[in-house]
């Protein structure tokens, strides 16, 4: 079993906005929320239509959706990967999709997931908002 460091850094594959790695453990999360974080992907990433998912919490630099795409383009293969960024502090939050996830993710579908995560947030349930975005990302890229 991994320790709650080794999971961090898998969970949280992008690093912070001057390429410093960020002490995740001091973050939002918890060693139990990071457990349930690390299953989500690990789920996302078997059952997700073959595409790859990341999830990078933290500032972003403005302008947002930019930040967000830069991350994505930094990700090992692009084109197939799907990052959900979100900026808590900021109340920010935006998902990218490389040129073939977008087939399979359609820029309407990743609105609703968007709404949804958007519902837990509201509900102070970060943790659970981005379990459920990874899950309904992964069931559209799935059945596609």
Known sequence: ?????DIARRTLTATGPEGIQPAVLDGPF???????????????????GGLHYSVYVGPLQDPV???AEALHDRLAEPDRSVLIAVSPEQRRLE???GKLAQDRIPDRSAALVVFSMEAAFGAGRLC???????RMLAETAREA
């Open 1 to 5: 079993m991994a320790s709650g460091n």
């Open 30 to 48: 918890d060693t139990k929320e990071l457990l349930h974080l690390d299953e989500a992907l690990g789920t996302a990433e078997r059952d997700g």
């Open 65 to 67: 959706r930019g930040a």
């Open 95 to 97: 998902i990218v999709t």
């Open 128 to 134: 659970e908002g981005v379990i459920t975005g990874l």
